[in-house]
């Protein structure tokens, strides 16, 4: 991989990360933009315990544009993109209408290939190999900035998701503290570790489900399982077997094997409700939505979390679709958006089942 950082025209860093070690990156970014100028700010919710990000400039960010002027795309002739050059292997750029900045964050967008027609499981296993080196990367540089306490990468697929870019991509937000989700797994860590007499919660969690019927997918180093509580119709978490914090103490042979897995996995949620694959939705049924979130430990103290350390915390990547059934998604209504309280309509059982039946021959 080489990797190639420059500056757009408004002063916002991008990086290219190139598979071939001689590729040269020197075009520049010639569009008349003034230096981005943000409103971010976070806000502490005291009742809840939860911060919210205030970011009105996102307003007029850029919205389902049409293909021909996609932002995402390589710049060509006058059509001017957030990408200088013509062309490109995956690169990282700062948002310019970011949730986060300054004191506040960061935001990065990163693009998986320039191919505008294509989704992640349309990579090979040599790009969806850079894409995983560019996260680490980006979660390397990221942590160690002084404002930031977590770092979160993800996609988002899908207009049903919210999405509102269509040329494949996900983006990096890095968080001045620990997200509420996360600290409630750390809290979790903790009281397990205090009644068990410190077993680690996380290898119970991945022990319990490699004896059951919710393993999707198990290769030689990671396992892929519909958890026993799933919240989402279909919802699958990967986890590398040797626990690891992050994506930076991944091991070679994790990473290697990781491409093949996850492309497979990807490649079953668009088969779901694909009739002529299997699915159980009928001919020409969209891409299945989805969100997938690498789920790392926080760079930051844990004082909070009495008896847990960095190294207790488990890598994992979940991967959910808000859609239920062919034509139907999931809503967040009353119960899960007034009280936090899913209600599934697919059993996990099932789900897994499904995943299994829609594997590649």
């Known amino acids: 991989m080489k990797k190639t950082s420059t500056r757009l025209a408004d002063g916002r860093e991008l990086i290219y990360y190139d598979l071939r070690d001689d590729a ?38 850029t919205y389902h544009p049409p293909a021909d002027q996609c932002p995402l795309c390589p710049s060509e002739g006058d059509r001017l993109s957030e990408i200088p050059d013509s062309s490109y292997d995956a690169v990282v750029f700062e948002n310019r209408f970011p949730s986060l900045a300054g004191d506040s964050g960061r935001c990065e967008v990163v693009c998986f290939t320039s191919d505008h027609n294509a989704s992640f499981a349309d990579l090979t ?38 999405v509102t870019l269509g040329h494949p991509h ?32 996380f290898d119970a ?87 997938a979130a690498w789920h790392q430990a926080p760079f930051g103290q844990l004082e909070d979390f009495e008896g847990v350390v960095r190294e207790d915390f488990a890598l994992h990547l979940e991967l959910f679709t808000i859609r239920r059934t062919s034509g139907k998604l999931k809503f967040l209504a009353g119960s899960e958006s007034g009280m936090s309280v899913f209600i599934n309509d697919v059993p996990p059982e099932r789900a897994a089942e499904r995943l299994r039946e829609v594997a590649s021959t």
């Open 170 to 201: 996900g983006q990096i937000y890095a968080y001045p503290f620990t997200t509420p989700r996360t600290a409630l797994m750390l809290r979790s860590l903790a009281a397990h570790k205090d009644a068990t007499g410190g077993e680690n919660l």
């Open 205 to 291: 969690v991945v022990e319990r489900e490699l004896a059951d019927e919710r393993v999707v997918l198990e290769s030689e180093h990671w396992v892929a399982f519909v958890p026993y509580a799933a919240h989402w119709p279909y919802e699958v978490h990967l986890y590398p077997k040797r626990r690891v914090p992050d994506l930076l103490a991944l091991d070679e042979d994790a990473r290697t094997e990781f491409p093949k897995v996850y492309l497979e996995l990807l490649r079953r949620f668009d088969r779901i409700f694909d009739e002529g694959n299997g699915g159980e939705g009928s001919a020409g049924e969209p891409p299945t939505p989805y969100i």
């Open 125 to 162: 296993e040599e790009q969806a190999r850079l894409v995983l080196d560019a996260w680490t990367d980006r979660t390397s540089e990221l942590s160690s900035l002084p404002s930031v306490e977590q770092v979160f990468c993800f996609e988002n697929r899908g207009a049903e998701i919210g």
């Open 24 to 61: 040269v990156r020197d075009a520049v970014d010639s569009r008349p933009l003034d230096r981005t100028v943000t409103t971010s700010e976070v806000r502490h919710d005291v009742l809840l315990g939860d911060r919210v990000a205030i970011a009105s400039h996102r307003q007029g960010r």
